[in-house]
């Protein structure tokens, strides 16, 4: 995607940060904030401590946010943070963890897998989920995969797909086998259910009936009927 109507300001601000919803390993700090790209009501500050980052990875990054993030808000959060940080980080060691706003990614996983331009779909929700109450982790991970499937732009050439379901599997397995789950609830159950799952679990009012309210079976039973008969077309943009 060609970026058109972009503000890019360079500027040097001291940041810490600490993990919340989502990933939870804690930021390192402080960094550096390079510049700033603003587009249509939403501000992306890029933070890169890795030099030989990837110029064409770095703007893939920039054009997923503006793609996937405002569809994200405008589908679950419409007050979600107008203004999110990526942080480049050659320190860390995994694939990606988000916190207060900001999201970090290791530019190791992303020279590997060069591909995986939807980690962004995926962490960039953690954000809009903002989910400051007790709720299942696995549930958080996997309506973040379920949006992932739905709203990301390059799934297949990264190799990513919703697993088949196969015995042993369990809804608490989190990421995409709760995601393909939940699909299955969506368009067997109630279209609704992952709005009405993720709404509750931000305002503080998920509880596991809620699943009895809304389907009319608990995610146990759920999950059973889902076991018996797990077959879903799948599509991905």
């Known amino acids: 995607m060609q970026l ?57 990054l920039i054009d997923a ?64 989920q903002d989910y400051r109450h007790d709720g299942p982790g696995w549930l958080t991970e996997g309506i973040a995969d379920y949006v992932r499937y739905v ?10 797909t919703l697993p088949d379901y196969r015995p042993g599997q369990h809804y608490t397995d989190a990421y995409r086998v709760t995601a393909r789950f939940l699909l299955w609830v969506e368009k067997n159950k109630d279209p609704h259910i992952v709005d009405q799952l993720d709404a509750a679990l931000r305002d503080g009012h998920y509880q596991a009936n809620l699943w009895v309210k809304l389907t009319g079976g608990t995610v146990d039973q759920l999950w059973q009927q889902y076991a018996a008969s797990p077959s879903l077309e799948l599509s991905y943009r």
Not at 29 to 40: H, L, M, N, Q, S
Not at 151 to 160: E, P, R
């Open 4 to 60: 058109t109507g972009l503000l890019i300001i360079p500027f040097v601000v001291s940041l810490s940060f600490t993990a919340m919803a989502g990933d939870r390993q804690p930021f390192p700090g402080p960094a550096t904030v390079r510049d700033t790209i603003t587009r249509g009501g939403y501000t992306l500050l890029i933070v890169n401590n890795e030099p030989d980052f990837n110029p064409q990875t770095r703007q893939r």
């Open 65 to 128: 946010f503006f793609t996937v993030y405002p569809e994200e808000a405008n589908r679950f959060n419409k007050n979600t943070l107008k203004q999110v940080t990526f942080f480049i980080d050659p320190t860390y060691k995994g694939v990606a963890e988000t916190g207060n706003g900001v999201a970090r990614y290791s530019p190791a996983w992303l020279k590997d897998h060069p591909e995986d331009i939807d980690v962004v779909t995926h962490e960039v929700m953690h954000i809009v």
């Open 151 to 160: 709203y990301g732009i390059n799934n297949l050439k990264s190799n990513w």
